[in-house]
């Protein structure tokens, strides 16, 4: 429940999944590209993961495995996990995996998340708390929102020391005192 | 702290961690003649002239900026030392030296205050530049050894702002290693058998009084 609030949670639970029906269902509108009202057993439609999720549990649907986890992702993870543009794929990769992972029957998404995370960590920890802005702009591209959290804080906490470390006053006057203040008596 | 530092990176500002090193004692060899200093965290003095005194360093640059005292700089603070440091910080990859606890702020307040005090400032502030790059890199290399195992993470002999600069990106890391770790996302049988043994984040502990 403490994810009921959480601005990244409900957008995660927006991504899509294309489901297969294993009941019939009439007078839903869900499938924009069928003549009728009703959705019938076996159709593959795509909805959103929360209406998902709900009909999983009614056992209405039964869920397949985004694109975003399919073979060739997994491939390119494989292959070079630190130059894949996961963005563009998916923002919320890492929280979007953990979420479909108990509901999919295949068992290597979590695994694919771990090892996926575990050598872009490596690139990312290199680059976030050192590297000017300039040089790491395209790396940021590709990163997820977690992952970008990750970079924010760390790049935010060296950007306040280095401005402690210039020094500069040390107590600054507040703006809504003004510039003068005058005796009102 | 309410209003500087952001809640949700459970951050301390730099202006916060050097505020807490203002504690640190140091001596200061006083000019004139007064008598003791009564505050609510304890008295100090009464200061004679050229006697040496242990104040804390809030009131030694207090002192300082009125005039009324020259601030010796702390044992640790000469040019054999740290030189000393800085060789055995070049020496190791994983281990810290023994430094003291905020050396990073008192060696910024002293600076901006006490420049006159110390013998060769030049040398002395490049080399603790110098030591605070290789301590950063060896941090940052350390961090590196961070696995889907490490529930924690032991580093010893860091120092307070190192700690304060990588405590947010740590803690994050780690609660994503642990979300991505849980059970129900790995099967049993693909789980290594060995784990190697953790131990508490002595790290990102502050002490506020030693």
Known sequence: MAKFYDMDDIITDEEVVSVVFEKAACGVGIDPSSET????????????????????????????????????????????????????????????????????????????????????????????????????????????????????????????????????????RASVLGRKRKSTN | MAGQSDPHQSLFSAEEV????????????????????????GDFGPFFPQIATQVPLWLAVALKKRGKCTIRPPQWMSVEKLTQVLEAERDSQRMFEQLPFHYIEISRLLFDHARDDIPDVYMVRSLIEDIRDVRFHKVETNLETLTERAFALKINNLSAMEVNIVRPFVGRALQAFYKHDSLELIPDQERVSDRRPQVANNATRRHLRR
């Open chain 2, 18 to 41: 050097e505020f807490i090193a203002e504690d640190e004692m140091v001596e200061i060899i006083p000019n004139l003649r007064m008598d003791a200093l009564n505050f609510i965290c």
């Open chain 1, 37 to 172: 009202d009703s959705v019938e057993v076996g159709s593959k439609v795509e909805l959103p993961f929360w209406l998902a999720h709900e009909l999983h549990l009614r056992q209405a649907v039964s869920m397949n495995v985004p694109t975003c986890f399919d073979q060739k992702t997994k491939l390119e993870i494989q292959a070079d996990s630190a130059c894949v543009d996961l963005r563009s794929r998916c923002p919320f990769f890492y929280e979007f995996g953990c979420k479909i992972a108990p509901l999919v029957g295949v068992r290597t998404i979590g695994p694919l998340l771990l090892s996926a995370f575990k050598s872009r960590y490596k690139e990312v920890l290199t680059k976030a708390h050192t590297a000017a802005f300039s040089a790491a702009s395209k790396h940021l591209t590709i990163l997820t929102k977690e992952e970008t959290n990750l970079y924010e804080a760390a790049q935010s906490s060296m950007t306040a020391f280095k401005r402690w470390r210039m020094g500069g006053p040390r107590f600054q």
